[in-house]
């Protein structure tokens, strides 16, 4: 047995000193899978903008240094747009329930109409008739409808405020704390006006929940954050997805990325199954999932060199759906950023932006005399996609060292450290497309 291993090991000796030529593959460079050669990417995200996000979870992430992606319901913060119905006149929609049936025609527009009306429960008839639908369960979200129109004729209406699901007294984040969040490097994105069930509305009132959402949000935060959205509940509806598409860059829920698998909350693959070059795998860290198997996501992380682990928070500290505590989330954060040399913590936006521009870059590298030139470009828009990328170029064995500079004649940016792997020695270094050529020199 032991003569085995030793037999291994001479033969991977052997093989490794004939594929080391002196110099071969000098130039040769390559952008990493992860900024700074790490092995995973991991985004913090929040869901609805419930204020203890704010109070108790940011100030923690901050503490450590680590950013967060918050999916903001634009509508309930002071000056935005809010929600209503956009179609017919309303009498006329509920004059007309009173003789004809719910039907796949008149679904949406009903769906759209009936969280406006001010019956009982009016929000969680418009939500119960989404996930009805989204089952497949058509007749009963028709039927549905049916019972909440008849109380509607009936002019049964709420006395006082009926505070939904998502939307709590509480909530009172204003436009200038979010642009203080976003200052200190977080990310705000929307989550719609009013976290509607898009599945079922119609046409006007979908692309109102989209855009007027955006709208605000760039108004009052500034055009970079209107690259990610979270359509709510985490659907996937496939005319959601179309509309969604057009108006935000980057969707949580689906992306077309032909190289990027996606696990979805529910899923229970394995990120290790997939043969994709990159996986994201979503997480939902519930109230009463343990903190070990939290860990145990993390870990999954270190194994592979694919994975995009997306944490989904709603709640903290009592307020929000299955709310985790102040000390559970310092707990997981702080497990997460004493692997941060490994793992690479970043927005949403960031690491989509950094997947996207590195599967859009194409880099040349030339040997100039003693000098390796290395070139990116890219035909993604530089406004938006302007990430560093993490270059490793292979230099010759002979280095100790490597200058870097930008452009032959340039000013040295940095001295760097040369490493080595089984194909030689390297370096890395950040390269950002249309900055010029890096040029590598011994140093
Ligand atoms: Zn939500």
Redesign the pocket.
């Known amino acids: 047995m032991k003569k085995n291993v030793a037999l291994l090991f001479a033969l991977s000796l052997f093989f490794a000193s004939c594929t080391r030529r002196p110099d071969a593959g000098v130039g040769q460079t390559e952008i990493t899978k992860w900024p700074g050669n790490r092995q995973a990417g991991i985004s913090i995200t929040y ?2 903008g419930t204020i203890n996000q704010f109070t108790v979870a940011r100030p923690i992430m901050n503490e450590l240094g680590l950013p967060g992606t918050f ?1 903001i ?1 634009t509508g309930k913060v002071p000056g935005s747009g809010k929600g209503q119905f956009l179609g017919r006149p309303t009498q006329e929609i509920v004059d007309e329930t009173a003789s004809l049936p719910t039907q796949s025609d008149n679904f949406f527009e009903r769906a759209s109409l009936i969280a406006y009306t001010g019956i009982p429960g009016a929000e969680a008839f418009h939500a119960r008739a989404g996930s009805l639908f989204e089952s497949g369960r058509y007749a009963e979200a028709y039927q549905l409808m049916d019972q909440a129109f008849e109380l509607v004729r009936k002019g049964e209406t709420i006395s006082g405020p009926e505070y939904a699901e ?1 939307v709590n007294p509480e909530d009172t984040t204003t436009w200038e704390d979010y642009r203080t969040y976003a200052a200190e490097g977080h990310e705000i994105a929307s ?1 719609t006006v009013t ?1 509607a069930r898009l599945a079922v509305l119609d046409e006007p009132n979908l692309r109102y929940e989209l855009e007027q959402s955006k709208a605000d949000i760039r108004k009052y935060l500034g055009e970079k954050y209107t690259f990610s959205a ?1 359509c ?2 985490g659907t996937e509806n496939e005319r959601v997805m179309d509309y969604a598409h057009e108006v935000y860059p980057s969707l949580r829920n689906r992306m077309p990325e032909p190289y990027l698998d996606e696990l979805n909350r529910a899923s229970k693959r394995n990120p290790g199954e997939t043969d994709r070059e990159y996986v994201q795998w979503q997480r939902g860290p519930l109230t009463n999932i343990g903190m070990d198997m939290m860990k145990t996501w993390v870990d999954t992380c270190l194994v592979h060199d694919n994975v995009w682990l997306v944490l989904v928070f ?1 709640g903290v500290e009592g307020i929000g ?1 299955e709310p985790r505590t102040g000390p559970e989330l310092r707990e997981y954060f702080t497990y997460i950023k004493e692997r941060e040399s490994r793992l690479w913590v970043a927005t949403f936006a960031d690491v989509t932006r950094y997947i996207r521009q590195r599967k859009g870059a194409v880099v040349t590298s030339t040997r100039e005399g003693d000098d390796i030139h290395v070139t990116i470009t890219q035909t993604l828009d530089t406004a938006i996609y302007n990430l560093p990328l993490t270059a490793k170029t292979y230099v010759p064995a002979d280095w100790t060292s490597v200058i870097l500079r930008i452009g032959p004649d340039g000013t040295d940016l940095q001295t760097l450290p040369v490493q080595q792997d089984a194909n030689g020695s390297y370096v890395l270094y950040d390269i950002t497309a249309g900055q010029g050529s890096r040029v590598l020199r011994a140093g």
């Open positions: 869901d609805d999916y319901i998502h989550h976290h979270e709510p509940y709603h759906w």
